[in-house]
T-cell receptor, first 113, second 108 residues
Framework: KAGVTQTPRYLIKTRGQQVTLSCSPI?????VSWYQQTPGQGLQFLFE???????NKGNFPGRFSGRQFSNSRSEMNVSTLELGDSALYLC????????????FGEGSRLTVL | KNEVEQSPQNLTAQEGEFITINCSYS?????LHWLQQHPGGGIVSLFM???GKKKHGRLIATINIQEKHSSLHITASHPRDSAVYIC??????????FGTGTSLTVIP
């Protein structure tokens, strides 16, 4: 059974650009959540999707957005990139929202220059 | 104010030692997760708890809902246990909060 797949694994952008990251969950998992990890702030929750609906959202500005497709794959988008957006972006999938064990992808490492 | 507090921040142990990492939280929760992160970034979920105690091999996790406290124990520690251990809680409202992590080094 394939694990959670995140693409791209590494990317470099410049300030003001936008970026889209993709997450393919484990087959059968309907919940996908996204996280930002930085050395200064640690892990922070971005948002969670279940059956194409955003169920929960963390405390991030509106530049951070996401969506989930009918096949449970999810994308997150960051517009008008800032230097502080440089981070490891992780997604996790689970069978159920709220009570499901989390399975993490390897992450997408974004560098903003 | 941090919703999740972990201790210790850093921990060095000799191989074979019994290790305890503590996690306290301040919000009502639906679940608590213990995560392991090795250098390079990959995160593995070790336990998901909503009550009581769970055991997997040399790892034991406990939670006391009334005291809002959880512990992760590693018995007979091994150098391959060297990693960062992160406590995460999912609040009753669905938000995730994370501890700052405990960096564990086990010396042969």
């Amino acid at each position: 059974k394939a694990g959670v797949t995140q693409t791209p694994r590494y990317l470099i952008k410049t300030r003001g650009q936008q970026v889209t990251l993709s997450c393919s969950p484990i087959s059968g998992h309907r919940s996908v959540s996204w996280y930002q990890q930085t050395p200064g702030q640690g892990l922070q929750f971005l948002f969670e999707y279940f059956s194409e609906t955003q169920r929960n959202k963390g405390n991030f500005p509106g530049r951070f957005s996401g969506r989930q497709f009918s096949n449970s794959r999810s994308e997150m988008n960051v517009s008008t990139l800032e230097l502080g957006d440089s981070a490891l972006y992780l997604c996790a999938s689970s069978w159920l929202a709220h009570t499901g064990e989390l399975f993490f992808g390897e992450g997408s490492r974004l560098t903003v220059l | 104010k941090n919703e999740v507090e972990q201790s210790p921040q850093n921990l060095t142990a000799q191989e074979g030692e019994f290790i305890t990492i503590n996690c306290s939280y301040s919000v009502g929760i639906s679940a608590l997760h213990w995560l392991q992160q090795h250098p390079g970034g990959g995160i593995v979920s070790l336990f998901m708890l909503s009550s009581g105690k769970k055991k997997h091999g040399r790892l034991i996790a406990t939670i006391n809902i009334q005291e809002k406290h959880s512990s992760l124990h590693i018995t007979a520690s091994h150098p391959r246990d060297s990693a960062v251990y992160i406590c995460a809680v999912r609040s009753s409202g669905g938000q995730f909060y994370f501890g700052t992590g405990t960096s564990l080094t086990v010396i042969p």
